[in-house]
């Protein structure tokens, strides 16, 4: 095929050329005002290559990852979209992933999402139509067969890399590679890992996931956290399921008093960084903190990761 | 009874009457004392260690969720074991079936719900998947080298 390399985003391009890619996650909004969005846009242009739209994280109610994918776009800023099967059946997850092609999204990342009980609203009817590999599967049906996944055909088919999460550091953790490759098989071609802080579990899980062969058909992003605060990392341990924080983590930062902790906190993502940078099938670090953005940009510009290759004009050929 | 505190969804198939009733009502008594069944309609146990994913809260057919607790636990019901945990466990022990665990299961069919997963093998009406699920499978995994 002619387009044998065209990439169906600038995230896919920088993927395809072999870019270390980097990626954030955009603090979820609660405000009616598009301004919200564009001032943390102000804050990453030009110094990740994608930013991911959230879809009500935690299981709070925030800002729709539509609109903020859009208002994204209009910054200037590719996202990343998140769809969590938590809140939407099959019918309205097929209708926002067209609805999103139209606003021009063109990387997807479909995930379970965490559920109702850990939220603000436990009393929530929780949905769970499908899971993260079906929604793969659809989305990859929409995408390749121009169809919902009824059979009933689309007039114009969406045009998006199709993302997926893992976390290579909950139990059962033998399983975690095997299931990365049911998300391979079902549709995904790039996955962000959860928050990495537990380096020895990361290696073990890449050295599986390539004796699977599975790294030859996906890239892998590890997900890396800039605390503000030793309360930050003690909030991921105590209050978000599903992640590693192990005792060093909170010892280092707690072994700095309070106003030198975000410094600290810098310069342990910066350690994550280099180390998983190192590790063979690595493409790429997705960025996360907890209103602490500025620092995200600090740890891209002190691990030399800047200039991104997308900040700089392209020529069109 | 315990039918009212039941939050799964109606079965939208009439009740079923003479030897198809007798075969729910066996199957219900018998799968739900051992493997604390949900009567999905559509039983995959094989694939999953012998362990019912629709015990799972997030009703997970092909795999943990990621908020899994350090200790294997449920994020969701912390006091319960992962229901994929047991399932991850269970799927070692079987002498058959594996690696069934690996394989990509369909989306439930919730008009199943209710209904005997025996009576739906034999008239294979368990096989049924959405019109384009499988179509996908005719291209290759993964667009990472070429389009």
């Given at each position: 095929m002619s387009a044998a390399l065209s990439a169906r985003s600038e995230l896919h391009r920088l993927l395809l050329a072999g870019e270390f890619v980097v990626t954030a996650e955009l603090q979820a909004t609660d405000s009616a005002d598009p301004r919200s969005v564009a001032a943390l846009a102000d804050v990453f242009r030009g110094k990740v290559d994608a930013v991911n739209a959230t879809d009500n994280s935690s299981a709070h109610p925030h800002l729709s990852p539509m609109a903020a994918a859009h208002l994204l776009t209009d910054a200037g800023i590719e996202?990343?979209?998140?769809?969590?099967?938590?809140?939407?059946?099959?019918?309205?997850?097929q209708a926002d992933m067209l609805g999103a092609a139209t606003l021009g999204v063109r990387n997807v990342l479909c995930m379970t999402g965490d559920d109702v009980s850990v939220g603000d609203h436990p009393?929530?009817?929780?949905?769970?139509?499908?899971?993260?590999?079906?929604?793969?599967?659809?989305?990859?049906?929409?995408?390749?067969?121009?169809?919902?996944?009824?059979?009933?055909?689309?007039?114009?088919?969406?045009?998006?890399?199709?993302?997926?999460?893992?976390?290579?550091?909950?139990?059962?953790?033998?399983?975690?590679?095997?299931?990365?490759?049911?998300?391979?098989?079902?549709g995904a071609e790039f996955v962000q890992t959860q928050i990495c802080f537990n380096?020895?579990?990361?290696?073990?899980?890449?050295?599986?996931?390539?004796?699977?062969?599975?790294?030859?058909?996906?890239w892998v992003l590890a997900g890396v956290f800039v605390p503000r605060s030793a309360k930050a990392v003690r909030y991921l341990r105590d209050q978000v399921p599903g992640i590693d924080v192990p005792k060093e983590v909170v010892d280092r930062l707690d072994s700095v008093p309070p106003d030198r902790q975000r410094a600290e906190g810098i310069g342990l993502a910066l350690d994550i960084v280099e180390?998983?940078?190192?590790?063979?099938?690595?493409?790429g670090l997705h960025l996360m903190t907890i209103r602490n953005e500025e620092a995200i940009v600090e740890v891209i510009e002190r691990a030399g990761l800047l200039p991104r290759p997308s900040s700089v004009p392209q020529t069109v050929g | 009874m315990a039918r009212t505190l039941d939050r799964r969804p109606p079965p939208t198939a009439p009740p079923p009457r003479g030897f198809r009733r007798a075969i729910t009502l066996v199957e219900r008594a018998t799968k739900e004392a051992v493997w604390d069944c949900r009567m999905c309609g559509q039983c995959i146990l094989h694939s999953t260690g012998l362990v019912c994913p629709m015990r799972c809260p997030k009703n997970l057919r092909n795999g943990?969720?990621?908020?899994?607790?350090?200790?294997?636990?449920?994020?969701?019901?912390?006091?319960?074991?992962?229901?994929?945990?047991?399932?991850?466990?269970?799927?070692?022990?079987?002498?058959?079936?594996?690696?069934?665990?690996?394989?990509?299961?369909?989306?439930?069919?919730?008009?199943?719900?209710?209904?005997?997963?025996?009576?739906?093998l034999l008239t294979r009406r368990d096989q049924h998947v959405p019109a384009a699920w499988n179509l996908a499978g005719r291209h290759p995994a993964s667009t990472k080298r070429e389009r």
């Open positions: 996202p990343i979209m998140q769809f969590v099967c938590r809140d939407r059946n099959r019918l309205a997850l009393e929530a009817k929780p949905i769970y139509d499908i899971d993260s590999i079906h929604l793969l599967r659809i989305a990859r049906v929409m995408r390749d067969e121009g169809a919902y996944v009824s059979g009933r055909q689309l007039t114009q088919p969406p045009d998006f890399l199709i993302g997926a999460v893992e976390n290579p550091f909950a139990p059962p953790l033998e399983f975690r590679p095997m299931r990365l490759g049911k998300k391979i098989e079902a380096l020895a579990k990361m290696r073990l899980f890449m050295a599986r996931c390539s004796d699977l062969g599975l790294l030859e058909h996906v180390q998983v940078r190192a590790i063979p099938g690595v493409s | 943990p969720c990621g908020g899994t607790l350090q200790d294997g636990h449920c994020e969701v019901v912390p006091d319960m074991k992962c229901v994929w945990v047991s399932a991850w466990e269970g799927s070692r022990t079987l002498p058959l079936w594996r690696d069934h665990i690996e394989h990509v299961e369909p989306p439930v069919d919730w008009r199943l719900q209710e209904t005997s997963s025996w009576e739906n």
